[in-house]
């Protein structure tokens, strides 16, 4: 089994910063991709950044330039730097993972978080 732990989510001002990290833990073999993703009430869910295993990176425009995705490999964890925020990015954050699973004859496969609440408001 595989297990995706969320924190940093809260309040902020706009043009404030928060920074999201996940950690994967488990029987996890290698993690092919890890990624970020949101929710706004009454929308459907939403890429927001993702990062490979070879360190490449990709962002929804709408945060292109504010928001920075990072990864610890080591520590099978992914961070989201958020500055400027806005409150249209006001959302719950779920971290993603796709990886390889351990057992007699490892599988992929993609797991969520439960989630982190953003709220950007004055």
């Known amino acids: 089994q595989v297990q995706l732990v969320e924190s940093g989510g809260g309040l902020v001002q706009p043009g404030g910063s928060l920074r999201l990290s996940c950690a994967a833990s488990g029987r996890i073999v290698s993690i092919y991709a890890m990624g970020w993703y949101r929710q706004a009430p009454g929308k459907q869910r939403e890429l927001v950044a993702t990062?490979?295993?070879?360190?490449?990176?990709n962002y929804a425009d709408s945060v292109k330039g504010r928001f920075t995705i990072s990864r610890d490999n080591a520590k099978n964890t992914v961070y989201l730097q958020m500055n400027s925020l806005k409150p249209e990015d006001t959302a719950v954050y779920y971290c993603n993972a796709d990886l390889l699973q351990g057992g007699f004859l490892p599988t992929r496969h993609d797991y969520w978080g439960q989630g982190t609440q953003v709220t950007v408001s004055s």
């Open positions: 990062t490979a295993s070879g360190g490449s990176t």
